[in-house]
């Protein structure tokens, strides 16, 4: 009430736009610092990923998302724009979802799945042995005939070529 009387109706209303109310997501609150917080943990991811070799996909992957968040969120003072630019829900979202890959991290340097080493071999069965009832087994399912019938239709067909337009006469 005391914005409405003291600043025009258009200032007020671009004040008052800007607090986020609530999430309207059940437990997860409104984090009124949330730009900081962000920039806080996506600053810390970065130094984190460190410690994965730099030629991991996972370490590549992290940092481009991450540095492309980081990036966003200096740039924008506003969390609507932010949360309009990074396009991956709210920020309070977006600070739960930063907080997970943190301890991803940390639980991916523990298990160190890229530790592998070089002469390791995997043993590969390639036999007919039946896989059993318990092991999902995905095969695609066939292509309907009419695949069939349209490709070959396409690739019988000689291509197409274009007759040169007629020149303007002048």
């Known amino acids: 009430m005391f914005l409405r009387r003291m600043l025009s109706p258009a200032m007020a209303g671009t004040l008052m736009a800007r607090a986020k109310q609530t999430t309207g997501i059940v437990g997860l609150d409104v984090v009124p610092n949330a730009r900081e917080v962000l920039i806080s943990l996506y600053t810390k991811t970065l130094n984190e990923i460190k410690a994965v070799p730099e030629d991991e996909g996972y370490r590549k992957a992290v940092e481009s998302f991450t540095s492309h968040r980081l990036k966003v969120c200096t740039e924008e003072e506003d969390w609507e724009k932010i949360e309009k630019r990074i396009g991956c ?30 002469d390791y071999e995997c043993e590969v069965i390639e036999d007919n042995s039946p896989i059993p009832k318990h092991i999902p087994y995905h095969r695609s399912p066939p292509l309907p005939e009419e695949f069939h019938r349209t490709f070959e239709a396409i690739v019988s067909k000689p291509a197409l070529t274009e007759e040169p337009s007629a020149q303007p006469k002048a």
């Open 89 to 118: 829900g709210q920020v309070e979202e977006l600070i739960e979802e930063a907080q997970d890959e943190l301890k991803l991290i940390a639980k991916m340097i523990e298990w160190d799945p890229w530790g592998v080493p070089e």
